[in-house]
């Protein structure tokens, strides 16, 4: 499949302490909004629950590290990889 280019825009902390938290996973940004891409086709939307937990309250700063943790505890590596290797069988 040839490779298609897709332009992202986010604020330079963001990005900043996103490339951090992958490269200590062992992968780049690129990587990982793969990942993100594939796990949303998987099922079929959003790979994460959407909330709003304040009615009317927008949320302006970037999470923080302690929230960036606990989101990646609650979806481990390994199932995300799992789903990966499902969906691409299902694709073959």
Do not use: C
Request: no cysteine.
């Amino acid at each position: 499949m040839a490779a298609a280019r897709l332009v992202v825009h986010s604020d330079e902390e963001t990005i900043g302490r996103a490339k951090a938290l992958f490269g200590e996973m062992g992968f780049d940004i690129n990587t990982a909004i793969n990942i993100f891409l594939r796990r949303a086709i998987a099922v079929n939307g959003l790979p994460f629950e959407v909330t709003r937990s304040t009615p009317h309250r927008v949320r302006e700063l970037p999470p923080t590290e302690e929230e960036l943790v606990e989101e990646a505890n609650r979806q481990s590596y390994d199932n995300v990889m799992f789903s990966l290797s499902h969906w691409n069988k299902d694709a073959d």
